[in-house]
């Protein structure tokens, strides 16, 4: 990627974590911070706006994108798609800019290899019991998908101890300022102290 002046931080969650409102949350106290907007071949959600929350594109412009390198890290995903853009990370960091990625573990362990000091943050739920109402409090998914979804979140967290901090998300404050206790941390080169309990919750969720 070459030189660089920001931070590149990584924000994982399985599905209905709380990812997309504490990173909302974190961008509102600090404005130093930049979203790199995905790729995803999925269709748009109502409320999404191409360039905001993702930049919607085809299987063939995806694929295109990878076969030409341009991509620091993608996956597939539910079926679809999903990938950071190379280049638009690299200026927003040229920039003096603070980037945060949301994406999965799989695409967290391929920006690792190459940002080896790049902070990884991993959130999880309380319990699944919560996770479970949470998807079906959304109301976007069928009953089957969110069974899916359950499944597939509990494979996600087993890879917790990939991410060098932890952060539960069981009340949405609490989770936002421990989020903004790392990131500063992690800007002035201070090993933040992180929860052993989310360790043992976190193991225990992954586990089943």
């Keep these: 990627m070459g030189a660089k002046r920001g931070d590149l ?9 709380g ?9 509102k106290r600090d404005p130093r911070l930049v ?12 409320g999404e706006v191409d360039g905001q929350q993702y930049r919607f594109v085809s299987v063939a412009e995806f694929e295109q994108m990878v076969t030409n390198g341009e991509l620091m890290e993608y996956a597939r995903v539910f079926d679809h798609y999903y990938g950071t853009h190379r280049e638009s990370v690299k200026q927003h960091l040229l920039e003096d800019r603070d980037v945060i990625l949301e994406i999965d573990w799989q ?4 920006v690792r290899e190459i940002f080896p000091d790049c902070c990884a943050i991993f959130i999880i739920p309380p319990s699944l019991k919560i996770l479970r ?13 969110i069974q ?9 967290i087993s890879h ?3 991410f060098e901090q932890l952060v539960v998300n069981d009340d949405f404050d609490s989770a936002l300022e421990e989020l903004i206790a790392i990131i500063n941390d992690h800007r002035k080169g201070i090993p933040h102290q992180g929860n052993r ?6 193991q225990r969720l992954g586990n089943g």
């Excluded at 409090?137 to 998908?145: F, T």
Aim: charged share 20%; hydrophobic share 35%.
């Design 35 to 46: 979203l790199s907007v995905s790729l995803t071949t999925r269709s748009a959600r109502p």
């Design 107 to 110: 695409g967290a362990r391929q």
């Design 160 to 162: 917790w101890n990939e």
């Design 148 to 156: 899916r979804r359950m499944q597939d979140a509990q494979a996600e």
């Design 197 to 202: 309990n989310g360790q043992i919750l976190a």
């Design 19 to 27: 990812k997309t409102s504490l990173v909302s949350g974190l961008f």
């Design 133 to 145: 109402e949470r998807l079906t409090r959304r109301g976007q998914d069928s009953a089957s998908v």
């Design 9 to 17: 931080f990584i924000i994982a969650a399985p599905s209905g974590g």
